[in-house]
């Protein structure tokens, strides 16, 4: 049995181009996407959980709410990639502000530390004004390991002085011979493991009862499952995304709610 699994692991994991086609139908979905979160940039519909006074109470309670995003949610021109996902997390962090979450936000060099093990490198590479291109070297593990070297360019944006957003799309995202390294010795890109072609992700903040609420959505890029093998690639195509968001949204409470307590305002 051992032996019939590597053999699989072995044709799964053999290199996959990112077709042309399957790139522009990620697009059009991404660019639907946006049109449909810039149209709830009002008070009344920013946040999703809004009107939810249940969903507002868990997350107050301490928890974090992560779902799927439903495939109709927003108006598409065509077929969506098999290989997309899109995952929304909400979470809440008392006693801070919309300050001290774009301070930690932008704390990029230490993103490897709030981010561990997701996050196994990070630096900036330029910041000008709202906008930072950044560097991030991510790490999963689950039948295999696999080390990712990705680029975003990032943007803030005040909206008053209660609610902000952040939108980080990736510029480049290449996977490593090595998951162990050297890190620098590269697949190229587009013709890998597939197993991460594109991530942008769609932030939301808004300081109110005593914290700020906050709510991510990532909608990403893979390969898609090969008829009959899902059981091998589920860890990475669908736990990795959904995995990623927990580790993401609870790291950056980490590092936002440090430095409230820092500041001696502390959870309330």
């Known amino acids: 049995m051992f032996s019939r699994c590597c053999t699989l692991a072995l044709l799964v994991l053999s290199p996959v181009m990112l077709a ?74 008392p006693g801070a502000t919309l300050l001290q979450v774009r301070t930690a936000l932008e704390d990029y060099d230490h993103y490897k530390l709030f981010y561990k093990p997701k996050v196994i490198e990070s630096n900036i590479v330029s910041h000008r004004g709202d906008e930072w291109d950044i560097f991030l070297r991510l790490y999963a593990h689950y039948i295999v390991s696999v080390a990712l070297n990705s680029h975003y360019r990032v943007h803030y944006a005040v909206l008053d002085p209660h609610r902000m957003t952040v939108v980080s799309r990736s510029t480049r995202i290449a996977e490593a011979k090595n998951a162990n390294g050297p890190y620098a010795e590269e697949e190229p890109v587009g013709k890998d493991d597939g197993f991460l072609w594109r991530l942008n992700s769609y932030w939301r903040f808004e300081e109110a009862d005593g914290g700020v609420y906050a709510e991510c959505e990532a909608i990403s890029l893979s390969r898609g499952v090969p008829l009959g093998l899902g059981w091998m690639l589920k860890g990475f195509l669908d736990q990795f995304p959904k995995d990623s968001m927990r580790n993401t949204l609870e790291g950056t409470r980490t590092a936002v709610l440090s430095l409230s307590n820092a500041d001696g305002r502390g959870a309330r």
């Open 20 to 93: 042309p086609e399957t790139a522009a139908r990620f697009d059009a979905f991404v660019e639907a996407a946006e049109r449909a979160m810039d149209q709830r940039s009002d008070p009344v519909r920013f946040l999703h959980s809004a009107g939810n006074m249940g969903l507002k109470a868990t997350l107050r309670r301490g928890e974090t709410v992560i779902e799927k995003v439903p495939d109709d949610e927003y108006p598409m021109p065509g077929a969506i990639p098999d290989g997309s996902h899109d995952w929304r997390g909400m979470i809440f962090f």
